[in-house]
C-alpha cells in the first residue's frame, strides 16, 4: 500500500528534486522520484499517463500505448530520463502491448 503525502513533503521532494526533467502534458501523472544510477529521476503512472491521452486527446486505449511506446518509453533524453511504471509489458519486438497477467 503506497501511503499518501502531505502537501508540504510533497513541496519539499519537489525542491529537493528541482532539475529532474519533466514529461510535458503528464504532470497529473508524477507519482515520485527516484534515482538511477545516482541521477535523479522522475517518476510516472504509465497507466495515467495512457488515461491522459485517451481523455485529452482522444485516442483510443491502442493508439495510446503506440504512442506511448514510440514517443515516451522510447525517447531516450539522458542519464534523467523519467521513469515510467505501470503494469502492462512490452510483447515481442513489435511495441505493442498487453496486460501483465501475472
Given at each position: 500500500?503506497?501511503?499518501?503525502?502531505?502537501?508540504?513533503?510533497?513541496?519539499?521532494?519537489?525542491?529537493?528534486?528541482?532539475?529532474?526533467?519533466?514529461?510535458d502534458g503528464?504532470?497529473?501523472?508524477?507519482?515520485?522520484?527516484?534515482?538511477?544510477?545516482?541521477?535523479?529521476?522522475?517518476?510516472?503512472?504509465?497507466?495515467?499517463?495512457?488515461?491522459?491521452?485517451?481523455?485529452?486527446?482522444?485516442?483510443?486505449?491502442?493508439?495510446?500505448?503506440?504512442?506511448?511506446?514510440?514517443?515516451?518509453?522510447?525517447?531516450?533524453?539522458?542519464?534523467?530520463?523519467?521513469?515510467?511504471?505501470?503494469?502492462y509489458v512490452?510483447?515481442?519486438?513489435?511495441?505493442?502491448?498487453?496486460?501483465?497477467?501475472?
Amino acid at each position: 500500500m503506497i501511503d499518501t503525502i502531505s502537501t508540504e513533503r510533497w513541496e519539499d521532494l519537489m525542491e529537493q528534486y528541482d532539475g529532474c526533467l519533466m514529461a510535458d502534458g503528464f504532470e497529473e501523472a508524477l507519482i515520485g522520484f527516484g534515482t538511477r544510477f545516482n541521477n535523479p529521476v522522475t517518476i510516472y503512472d504509465l497507466n495515467k499517463c495512457i488515461d491522459i491521452l485517451i481523455e485529452r486527446d482522444g485516442m483510443s486505449q491502442e493508439e495510446a500505448m503506440e504512442y506511448m511506446d514510440f514517443n515516451v518509453l522510447g525517447a531516450y533524453v539522458g542519464e534523467e530520463t523519467p521513469v515510467f511504471l505501470g503494469d502492462y509489458v512490452l510483447e515481442g519486438h513489435n511495441g505493442w502491448w498487453r496486460e501483465n497477467d501475472s
